[in-house]
């Protein structure tokens, strides 16, 4: 039976996705727990954010990895996450899109009793 994946992305997203890939290489995503811009998805070039012990990745879009705060998982371990995009910038400055007037954004459902029992494993940051 296959895995439950836990994070999925609209095609606007993977569209800007590729558009910030094709100019700053390879990507990352970080969302935080806190108040303002923490609460909404951060894009990074890969390595521009330092994880901190605990961090939990939850998947990859288009190979570019999606971390979460360690307690923020904890709260929405349950739920599945799809990346998309809104125009408009976001309360968070430092995210690559915004110089583009997008934000990144994240539709959440609960999982399904069902979907539960057969999630993909996620890694932590060690």
Request: contains cysteine.
């Amino acid at each position: 039976m296959e895995k439950i994946k836990r994070l999925d992305a609209t095609e606007k997203a993977v569209a800007l996705i590729d558009l910030l890939s094709e100019k700053f290489g390879d990507l990352m995503f970080y969302q935080a727990g806190g108040c303002c811009e923490g609460t909404q998805p951060q894009c990074f070039e890969k390595g521009g954010f330092y994880l901190r012990l605990g961090d939990v990745c939850i998947g990859t879009i288009k190979g570019f990895e999606f971390w979460l705060d360690k307690d923020l998982f904890e709260y929405w371990k349950h739920a599945h996450f799809t990346l998309d995009v809104s125009d408009g910038i976001g309360a968070g400055g430092f995210s690559l899109e915004t110089p583009y007037g997008k934000t990144f954004i994240v539709q959440y459902r609960i999982f399904s009793e069902e979907e539960s029992k057969n999630l993909e494993a996620v890694r932590l940051n060690s």
